[in-house]
């Protein structure tokens, strides 16, 4: 899981360009500046529109994922623009498809269908010595 952190500039020519790569399954994108309400980071991926039509990132940890198996396109060349120079910025890649594991859920057995004859301790007998009524 490579993580990287740029300065993304506040312009597209200094701004940060993630390359296209087809191996790549997930990418995250985190806002790490620490000035609340001003600091946004833009994440489009058709230059030339990042700040106008990209999605914004809230600051202090504010982050976007994107997933091939939710139908994303984490694949494709992805552009990065802040609102303010040098915004420090995390990116995290992943590769390779994600490994799917399914386990088999046990069956319970059913008290109305015992797996043995005698699933339950046998009673003890009982003798009625004397009963109060007479």
């Known amino acids: 899981m490579p993580t990287r952190v740029y300065a993304v500039g506040n312009t ?11 191996q790549r399954t997930v990418l995250i994108v985190q806002n790490l500046d620490t000035v609340a309400g001003t ?48 915004c420090p910025v995390r990116v995290t890649t992943l590769f390779g498809e994600p490994t799917i594991i399914v386990e088999q859920k046990q069956p319970e057995p ?9 699933d339950a301790p046998r009673m003890r007998k009982i003798r009625v010595k004397e009963t109060g009524y007479r």
């Open 39 to 86: 600091d946004w980071l833009y994440v489009g991926d058709e230059k030339g529109e990042v700040i106008t039509a990209g999605i914004r990132i809230a600051p202090v940890g504010g982050s976007l994922t994107l997933r091939r198996v939710d139908g994303e396109e984490p694949e494709k060349t992805w552009f990065l623009v802040a609102a303010t120079a040098a």
């Open 12 to 22: 597209e020519a200094t701004g940060q360009t993630i390359d296209a790569d087809p």
């Open 110 to 118: 059913s008290p109305q269908e015992p797996e043995q004859p005698r």
